[in-house]
């Protein structure tokens, strides 16, 4: 701890040191209206030559910023759904200048989208469109959905979940923010089905920024990414959403005040994919039911402070009896099915709440300080109880016979039991600090942040294996009750009380040498937890160039350590126990890349790569089943990643965006200390323990060195394209194609070395066509409103949507079962099929 004063200290020095005496600047003050002069609260106004410098207007529509004297600048001014106003100035040393704009209503062309982009292009964050969610025609359409086209280096191979991985990093490595606050990952939930809602509520959502690697020091303590989200701040007196599915719904509500002072926002979600669960091959009665409220509420105590509460309640429940399935697998010459026949339930409760509560201080157009604080709370309940008896079947091969594809012989017979009684409570208690200095050339942020966890857990969990007779992993026959021994047993009780200490510190700083533009961003940060008494830390550094070129194009290069000190899930081995020394994983992130906004067909577009490498360090070993995660608790491996990710944005059809992606990556560990055994008989050929027609005669020690992540998938290619009916934008058609290369898997021994085999590629299309029944003309210019009760109305879509077009079995995992002769087969878990949803969506 002795080290902890030194670092804030340090961190207070830099800051107050790093901060010179104003130089003499000019000042533009005024306000910013709708064409009704009212006052646009929260509207960006910055400078086009310096993006980085800027403000934002307050609750009566003021703005106040600095400007370089004696030359001409432009100030850009911008606001969701308004034109964006450009203004030039030429000012001298200490004149003010007062204006009062108004913005005209109407969509933004992606020129002024690139503009406002300028903030995000000179760094490695970049803007993600969230309206894009209404026209995404997937089953569980989230803002993480929406990073597999917009986002770089992103995958996901389970359309039932919203858990990703960048770049080769486990779904435990990503940061995301709402608001500022960080948000978790369930705990205990196995599979897609069962994870619920996202947290994040698309209709409440301002802007999302999304970064796969090279981040600034302000976001902190994880290997792979960064998602940072912020709500809405309602600038109407009433306005909102409502929308019906097959899927379930939602509503959302929000206002302000009529002096803008106070503002409401609020979210109401309920969703049930028990439709699209009726296409697994398991079949039986599917209750899930997901609800969430959030609600975001803001009041400005004065001018320049503003408190703002984020609450959140979530309530996600899986009912489950399964009846029987049916699984055919195999080759042409080996054809194979899979009957199995259920006994029992599974009963899952998820119950989360959020509480965070923020004042953000404003005393100069330089200066902004926020304070956060917030609460976390998790009660997760995980029962089963489901025994399966299955019958392993071989298939007529013969296509000229009449009993092809039906039953030939019996491979073998047998059955399992697999029993839960899981229980979780988690609270994390955090505060935290964030500031921002914005000066003439330069801004300067600061942060630091405590967290308290408490995290009970008890856990219950075996698993029995029959098969044809035998309890395994017994090798003697079934005989009596005394020799029944469980395939798998997990039985802990874990209470952990931990605190942690965090903080860092960053510059960025803009340059123009030979008219060629230069941003610089350096920083570090620290991280302190007591449970292991572990303290880490280390630089990160970003910088641009923007060359004096005819072609907009931009350079960059990020390096950086990034730190992840363990949370519940990474202490807890197989076993369930809790390692006490366990370390903070690390990766050294290095990344060159460009971006290129150009026209095409007369219409713009943007090009951006980037390559990277990643070294990672104690790392703990992991495995992947759907999309639990189990760890080994030890820092045993290193490994690394590396590729290239690709990225093309524009209007390949005038007036609506799309998006695609390529990456190409691999990511491998070498695993310390593991390795296995090589086996030959008197003649040096290969052999086995227990053959006894050519018995062991000599053993070789082998070491796998590097082996597979479990997240090496080489290649993913992502397409969101929409289109619309020529002479009709009102009939919209969108479409989404999903490729990921397989991940690798192996049999269930929990050596990672054998994981060398590998699922199917992952390969979806699902396609949507819309049609706008009602609009309101006025606010699209047209001089006429609605009339009647529609009055109110701003716009009526209706959708029809086919998921799963081309009808592909996706496998998501393998259930192992053995014959006779004791030999494992791995038989697919295949995600959801063809199915249809109708969606309506009103927004007024």
């Known amino acids: 701890m002795k080290n902890i004063g030194k670092l804030i200290a340090l961190l207070f020095l830099v800051t107050i040191c790093g901060t010179p005496a104003l130089s003499q600047t000019a000042t533009v003050n005024g306000t910013v209206s709708d064409d009704g002069f009212r006052p646009l609260v929260g ?38 759904g308004y034109d964006t106003l450009y203004k030039t100035f030429n000012l001298k040393p200490g004149e003010t ?49 929406t990073l597999l086209f917009q986002g770089m280096g992103v995958s996901s191979s389970n359309e039932l979940s919203s858990q990703y991985s960048v770049r080769g990093g486990s779904f435990d490595e990503n940061l995301i923010y709402v608001n500022d606050v960080e948000v978790y990952r369930p705990f205990l ?16 959502v301002r802007s999302v920024e999304f970064s796969s690697g090279g981040f600034e020091a302000q976001y902190g303590d994880k290997m792979s990414s960064v998602l940072d989200v912020h709500y809405k701040k309602p600038k109407k007196k009433l306005a909102g959403s409502v929308e019906g599915s097959l899927l379930g719904g939602n509503i959302h509500l929000e206002n302000a005040s009529d002096n803008y002072r106070f503002t409401q926002l609020h979210g109401f979600r309920y969703r049930t994919n028990q439709y699209v669960l009726n296409s697994l091959d398991t079949e039986g009665s599917y209750k899930p039911s997901f609800t969430d409220y959030q609600g975001y509420f803001t009041y400005d105590l004065t001018d320049d402070l503003e408190l703002g509460l984020l609450l959140n309640y979530a309530r996600n429940e899986y009912n489950f009896i399964p009846q029987d399935r049916e699984t055919d697998f195999g080759t042409i010459n080996e054809a194979l099915r899979l009957r199995v026949f259920f006994e029992g339930q599974e009963i899952n409760e998820y119950e989360t709440g959020v509480g965070a509560l923020t004042a953000t201080w404003q005393p100069t157009n330089k200066l902004r300080l926020k304070f956060i604080t917030s609460a976390y709370r998790t009660l997760q309940q995980e029962n089963f109880d489901v025994e399966g ?49 914005y000066g003439d050339k330069y801004t300067i942020r600061w942060g630091l942040r405590g967290k308290h966890e408490r995290i009970e ?78 303290l880490v830390g280390g630089p990160r550094a970003l910088v641009t160039w923007k060359p004096n070129w005819d072609k907009d194009i931009l350079f960059k290069a990020a390096s950086g350590f990034y730190y992840q000190p363990p949370f519940y899930r990474e202490m807890r081995d197989l076993n369930g126990d809790i390692n006490y020394d366990i370390k903070a994983q690390r990766a050294i992130h290095y990344l060159v890349g460009m971006d290129y906004v150009f026209e095409m067909w007369d219409r713009p577009f943007k090009f951006a790569t980037e390559a990277y490498y990643k070294q990672l360090d104690n790392l703990i070993p992991y495995e992947i089943d759907n999309v639990r995660l189990r760890y080994y608790a030890e820092n045993n491996a290193r490994g690394f990643a590396t590729g290239i990710d690709f990225k093309i944005n524009g209007e390949f059809v005038k007036g609506v965006q799309s998006w695609a992606s ?31 027609f050519n018995p062991i005669a000599d053993s070789v020690r082998k070491e796998p060195g590097y082996i597979p992540r479990p997240t090496d998938q080489r290649v993913n290619f992502s397409l969101f394209f929409q289109d619309y009916f020529p002479g009709d934008p009102t009939i919209k058609m969108n479409l989404n194609l999903v490729f990921g290369t397989g991940l690798p ?80 087969y791995g038989i697919p878990n295949y995600l959801t099929g063809r199915q249809l949803n109708v969606r309506l969506i009103v927004n007024f």
């Open 389 to 437: 008896a299955y019958r392993l079947d071989e298939l007529n091969r013969d296509l000229g016979s009449d009993d092809f594809g039906e039953v030939a012989f019996s491979r073998g017979t047998g059955g399992y039991i697999n029993h839960a009684r899981n229980y979780l409570l988690g609270n994390v208690f955090a505060a935290a600090h964030k500031g921002t200095y």
């Open 745 to 824: 898997f192996g049999p269930p021994s929990y050596d990672r070395y054998q994981d060398t085999l590998r699922i199917p590629p992952y390969r979806r299309v699902d396609v949507g066509f819309s049609k706008q029944l009602l609009r309101d003309e006025k606010s699209e210019r047209s001089g006429l409103g609605l009339k009647g009760p529609f009055k109110h109305l701003h716009s009526v879509w209706l959708s029809a949507e086919v998921f799963n077009l081309l009808a592909i079995n996706n496998t998501i995992s393998y259930l192992w079962v053995r014959d006779i002769s004791n030999r494992q």
């Open 189 to 204: 939930v196995r599979s897609g089905q069962q994870e619920g809602l996202s947290f994040i509520n698309p209709k409440l």
């Open 97 to 145: 200048k007062n204006v009062d704009v108004q913005l005209n209503f109407g969509s933004r062309s992606f020129k002024q989208v690139i503009v406002e982009d300028e903030r995000t292009r000179t760094s490695t964050m970049s803007r993600i469109d969230p309206k894009s969610i209404d026209q995404l025609p997937m089953p569980n359409a989230s803002i993480e959905k």
């Open 457 to 534: 857990d008890e856990f219950n969990e075996w698993r029995y294996v029959d098969s044809s007779g035998y309890s395994l992993p017994n090798a003697a026959p079934f005989t009596s009750r005394e020799d029944i021994n469980l395939y798998e047993v997990i039985r802990a009780k874990n209470n952990i009380n931990s605190s942690r200490l965090m903080g860092y510190g960053q510059l960025s700083r803009a340059l123009t040498v030979d008219s060629n533009d230069f941003t610089f961003n350096v920083g570090g940060r620290f991280h302190y937890w007591d449970f292991n008494d572990e």
């Open 662 to 692: 390529l990456s190409i990556m691999t990511t491998r560990e070498d695993i310390k200390d593991d390795f296995y055994y090589e086996y030959y008989d008197d003649n040096g050929n290969r052999t086995y323990r227990g053959n006894q």
């Open 43 to 80: 509207a960006n106004v910055f400078l086009q030559s310096e993006p980085n410098k800027g403000t934002s207007t307050k609750r009566d529509g003021s703005f106040s910023i600095s400007i370089k004297p004696n030359t001409e600048q432009t100030v850009v001014i911008t606001y969701l």
